[in-house]
């Protein structure tokens, strides 16, 4: 008996052994497989938020939470200036600042901007353990595993946790994935102490990331099902008070929250089922204290009652204001046409755009056929758990059609389903092969020679189905591993900041345009200088160049930011009158007529003309009348020509109409739009070409100081 129970003892030991090699594996990959950016360039910050998040963390780091807090930026939007501590999520700031600050407890001398690169690779690790956990928690630990290691290279997440990705979603899956699993284990066990931990959880999601919306109105969701398939007991009331209130009370100490968890409509939804399960035990409780004939009575006029009184009080509040209703992005995920028809600054965010088809393979790969077989096996047994995946995967597959960002909410719960379904055929299809070679063995003794041989047939044709399943598994997830690699390295690891193309022999070009421009805007202009762009570049400017913008990333200002759009699509004059009343002293374009950079000024031109005429004092720039008479936008001869005259237009081709970009083709040819521009000879009467970067990228103007009599 101690012998079997020693090996049992063994063989345990060996499996949870190999469980945490696995796991480290899949932690150790997730990091690694983050850094084709800093291997390949240096050790940089990407694209456009993450330079805000960087500046704003180096302060904290630099002047102490308080300062923090209370810092207000006079760099951005001038002359308005914004309050940073009380318009941002701090918690990715305050996770960095922590780590920064233990490190150099301990001795390790690190750069506060390297710790901001690589925080999303060291979190993607956190995330694949907490998934296998997760998983681990809804079906098995094999299931965990497949979970863990797919999504550790899965692209979806890839594309906003690579190193340098300094973004609130870097640490924002993590805190998610922990606050479902912690959520899971409270509704398993009913314990206060595990809801605690989920409001925790939630807590730090609250402070990372404003797609915790996403999060509080999944779980009262959940809770909503549970009660329509009568499932709803002790456990989950315990579970769902608890979370819903201590939750509440402390995201409404991260002050750009405030007090929307009790006031705005995207939290009604968690506040109507609180008040739900209160009702529900306060019902459970009468009906085990009054008769049966006298309940059925009193619970008709309850229901009546305070349905009756609970639309009345909803109704008023919502008309006098108190409860403020949807915003913009959030009807953007109800009504897809919406912010195009009433808001073209959400619309013109590429990020906020509906997602293709072909960008579910893209990111997801193999895991777009497996969620379904994942659903199924869900569905086939069961569970509180296997509800709220369900209700996860549902919801998600929906948002994430709807707007491309969210693909980052559906990329977890693709691995969980998928490794669900792979578990649970990978484990029938062994077992049977197991079960075969037994079976054979079994029927051997005592049986006839034709039994003997219809069983060994019977076996054959099992294990080869067998084995055939299990080597196709093998190569799909061998495929899914290339995919991803191959992804990550060509598609989410070249930071905007640095751009990069192929030459003719396979040798890679740099183009250092951008830092090029920002460097000699902070080395060459008066430090108080005010810089006029397009609100893309406006964190970067900030925070490479340390000079004041007119409009940045944050677009909080739609008036603000039309009135740039405004002077972008006026001719001079009025472009001139303008940059004056805004004090502008310098103008900066992105230009990639010469090198073929598709995401420049040009083309990103009729939204600046779209958000110029949404407000009254620009009513009079009508998109119109920027396409030719043929209804195409051309830059050509053919070309609109209150287009060809506009500010835009002349700031980027100035001097264009002189310059080859490629053999056989006239001078001023235009290599992103394919044409020859229609405007070449004209000079710039309120602006004066400061500096152009080494391809054009960059373009930057200083703003003529004309005499009183005007142009």
Known sequence: ??????????????????????LTTAAILSFSTRLFSVLRFESVIHEFDPYFNYRTTKHLAEQGFYNFHNWFDDRAWYPLGRIIGGTIYPGLMITSAVLYRLMWLVNITVDIRNVCVFLAPFFSSLTTIVTYLLTKEIHSSGAGLVAGAMISI?????????AGSYDNEGIAIFCMLLTYYTWIKAVKTGAILWATFAALAYFYMVSSWGGYVFLINLIPLHVLALMATGRFTHRVYIAYSTLYTIGTILSMQISFVGFQPVQSSEHMLAFGVFGLCQL????????SAVPKEHFDTLFQALIVTIASVAALIGLALTVTGKISPWTGR???????????NHIPIIA?????????????????????????????????????????IILYGVT????????????????????????????????????NMDVSGANVATV????????????????????????????????LLVTYTFHCTWVTSEAYSSPSIVLSARSQDGGRIIFDDFREAYYWLKMNTPEDARVMSWWDYGYQITAMANRTILVDNNTWNNTHISRVGQAMAS?????????????????LVIFGGLTGYSSDDINKFLWMVRIGGSTDRGAHIKEMDYYAPSGDFRIDKEGSPVLLNCLMYKMCYYRFGQVYTEGGKAPGYDRVRGAEIGNKDFELDVLEEAYTTEHWLVRIYKVKDLSNRGV
């Open 444 to 475: 051997a003794e005592g049986s006839n020679r034709k039994t003997k041989a219809r069983y060994e047939q019977q076996s054959s044709v099992k294990n080869e189905v067998a084995i055939g399943f299990v080597l196709l598994v093998t190569f």
């Open 154 to 162: 899965v692209p979806g997440y890839i594309s906003r946790s690579v």
């Open 1 to 22: 008996m101690d012998q079997v129970t020693k090996l049992r003892m063994n063989l345990e030991k060996q499996e949870s052994l190999i469980k945490l090699g696995i």
């Open 280 to 287: 529900h035990a306060f019902v459970d409780y009468v009906r």
């Open 330 to 340: 959030f009807y953007s995920l109800l009504d897809p046409s919406y912010a195009k």
């Open 348 to 388: 013109s965010v590429s990020e906020h755009q509906p997602t293709s088809w072909s960008s579910f393979y893209f990111d997801l790969q193999i895991l777009v056929f497996l969620f379904p077989a994942g659903l199924y096996f869900c569905f086939s047994k069961l569970s509180d758990a296997n509800i709220f």
């Open 571 to 587: 001719t001079e004059d009025k472009a001139y009158e303008i940059m004056k009343e805004l004090d502008v002293d310098y103008v």
């Open 396 to 431: 998600s597959i929906y948002f994430a059609g709807v707007m491309v960002r969210l693909m980052l909410v559906l990329a977890p719960v693709m691995c969980i389903l998928s490794g669900i379904a792979i578990s649970h055929l990978l484990t029938k299809y062994i077992r």
